[in-house]
């Protein structure tokens, strides 16, 4: 998969984690979506990426609470 091959070069890449955690909840993998959502909001907070950080945040509560609307 493309996203793990972008994470073995670039381990602290955001974006990547959040385009995974995003393709996984699409597939049902709820799970290693939220992981990798979770991991995504570290990296944009660690990097000083603010509003980044903030809309994985969001992210992430909508998907707890609204399942449907990512599905």
Same mark, same amino acid.
């Given at each position: 998969m493309i996203f793990d091959q972008v994470l073995a070069l670039s381990p602290n890449h955001? /974006?990547?984690y959040f385009n995974r955690g995003v393709m996984h909840y699409q597939m049902g993998n709820v799970g290693e979506a939220i992981a990798d959502? /979770? /991991?995504?909001?570290q990296c944009f907070h660690e990097q000083g990426?603010?509003?980044a950080y903030q809309n994985t945040l969001h992210v992430l509560e909508q998907m707890q609470t609204?399942?449907?609307a990512f599905a």
């Open positions: 955001a /974006q990547t959502l /979770q /991991q995504a909001a990426e603010t509003i609204t399942p449907s």
